[in-house]
């Protein structure tokens, strides 16, 4: 089991970067693929961005593709999340999300495949 504490959100112009960490705990981080998804107000929780346990591979929503990077230091037993290039669209509440992986190579995108999250953290991009 691991539980999932986001920080780094905030208030920010359009074009500024924030960085997201989401701190896990426990010893067997690394055996946890990562993901970060968000929920706008009226929408969906929808896909942000995933890693696979040791942050080999990495997968990107087209809508952030480029402007986005996940990483993570399994030494740390953290995920960060770097959004560059912020834009209003990206305004929601950011949850990072984990899974165990019993092979190194998987990642996942879809809600239903992760178990354990976070509590979520406010991203707010103004025009």
């Known amino acids: 089991q691991v539980q999932l504490v986001e920080s780094g959100g905030g208030l920010v112009q359009a074009g500024a970067s924030l960085r997201l960490s989401c701190a896990g705990s426990?010893?067997?981080?690394?055996?946890?693929?990562m993901g970060w998804f968000r929920q706008a107000p009226g929408s969906e929780r929808e896909f942000v961005a995933a890693i696979t346990r040791s942050g080999a591979s990495t997968y990107y929503a087209d809508s952030v593709k480029g402007r986005f990077t996940i990483s993570r230091d399994n030494a740390k037993n953290t995920v960060y999340l770097q959004m560059n290039s912020l834009k209003p669209e990206d305004t929601a509440v950011y949850y990072c999300?984990?899974?165990?992986?019993?092979?190194?190579?998987?990642?996942?995108?879809?809600?239903?495949?992760?178990?354990?999250w976070g509590q979520g953290t406010q991203v707010t991009v103004s025009s």
């Open positions: 426990g010893r067997t981080f690394s055996t946890y693929a």
């Open positions: 999300a984990a899974e165990f992986s019993y092979g190194g190579t998987h990642y996942y995108t879809r809600e239903y495949e992760y178990t354990y």
